[in-house]
């Protein structure tokens, strides 16, 4: 079946650091990827896509390639701020006929000043 | 303006009661969707509906019942409410999903007492 694999959290870092969330995903054929961000007490937004193999994501500073060998969609962000503190969700939808969005587990990032 | 919207946005209710969520898209999308968010922010599907028929249906208790009455609206109706339904429940639509993912609504926290 899809399943998605992220880095377990919580992941706490100083302002301006460099963020790595790690995310891997099982999937036949070639799945759209998806990061969506979730802030305290609110829905999930989708803050990046990328919709075929080596596709670059990017928005608000986040970036994400689709890398097929090794079905790898890592989020980055080069300097994090106060305010990017939320839970990070990694997803799929599966190419063929289904459409059902398949999430990971989620990594909550905390970001100190 | 808002795309899905949820109403209520918090329920608190006693073991054994029937409630209802609705949920709203203005966004024209031909598909909703009901997701259950748990304590640990673990994401899970419960059903998928596209123009008012039932595409995608969990292993969800009897007691949930999906209600699409057009394709803009799609309720949730859970009978006889346990102790272990205490979550939030997400909303969401989409149109094309493989290239635009879901859009959200902001969710409602359901508390079984």
């Known amino acids: 079946g899809n399943s998605v694999t992220q880095m377990e959290g919580p992941v706490t870092l100083s302002e301006e650091a460099f963020l790595t969330i790690n995310c891997t995903y099982t999937a036949t054929g070639y799945p759209s990827l998806f990061w969506y961000v979730q802030y305290p007490g609110e829905g999930l937004q989708l803050l990046l896509k990328?919709?075929?193999?080596?596709d670059k994501g990017s928005n608000k500073g986040f970036e994400a390639t689709y890398r097929k060998e090794t079905t790898s969609f890592h989020l980055e962000k080069g300097s994090v701020q106060v305010s990017d503190s939320a839970v990070y969700f990694c997803?799929?939808?599966?190419?063929?006929?289904?459409?059902?969005?398949?999430f990971g587990s989620g990594t909550q990032l905390t970001v100190l000043p | 303006d808002t795309a899905v919207s949820q109403t209520p946005k918090y329920l608190v209710t006693q073991m054994g009661n029937d409630k209802s969520i609705k949920c709203e898209q203005n966004?024209?999308?031909?598909?909703m969707y009901w997701y259950k968010q748990d304590s640990k922010k673990f994401l899970k599907i419960m059903f998928s509906y596209n123009n008012k028929e039932l595409i995608i249906n969990e292993t969800v208790p009897n007691r949930f019942s999906p209600k699409s009455p057009d394709k803009a609206h799609l309720n949730l109706h859970i009978n006889s409410l346990e102790l272990g339904d205490s979550a939030v429940y997400f909303c969401a639509s989409s149109q094309d999903a493989d290239r635009g993912g879901y859009t959200f609504g902001s969710g409602t926290r359901l508390t079984v007492v």
């Open positions: 997803a799929l939808i599966p190419s063929g006929s289904a459409r059902q969005l398949t």
């Open positions: 966004l024209g999308h031909d598909t």
């Open positions: 990328a919709t075929k193999a080596d």
